[in-house]
């Protein structure tokens, strides 16, 4: 069973900031491409940005110009940077590891963005 970690959620205020981050086995970590999707109340699960193994990087329209995606590989860790963050933000964030049709998940972790 592969586990996903997430770690890093939580309550800030509109044009704030977060970090978010994804602890995944080693076994897998060098060869899949790593993600965080997105789920808010009553919508379907989203994409908001991918790293690939040899680090190419594809972000949601939405959230271009103020996330990003890294990746540590010593570590086996993917980190998403959350700044000038909006209300429509609001989701429970997923880490995702992803090789072909081999999908893995985290738990989620909850961001709210709120006055």
């Known amino acids: 069973q592969v586990q996903l970690v997430e770690s890093g959620g939580g309550l800030v205020q509109p044009g704030g900031s977060l970090r978010l981050s994804c602890a995944a086995p080693?076994?897998?970590?060098?060869?899949?491409?790593m993600g965080w999707y997105r789920q808010a109340p009553g919508k379907q699960r989203e994409l908001v940005a991918r790293?690939?193994?040899?680090?190419?990087?594809n972000f949601a329209d939405s959230v271009k110009g103020r996330f990003t995606i890294s990746r540590d590989d010593a570590k086996n860790m993917v980190y998403l940077q959350m700044n000038s963050l909006k209300p429509e933000d609001t989701a429970v964030y997923y880490c995702?590891?992803?090789?072909?049709?081999?999908?893995?998940w985290g738990q989620g972790t909850q961001v709210t963005v709120s006055s």
């Open positions: 995702n590891a992803r090789f072909m049709t081999v999908n893995y």
């Open positions: 080693g076994s897998i970590f060098n060869s899949y491409a």
């Open positions: 790293i690939t193994s040899d680090g190419s990087t």
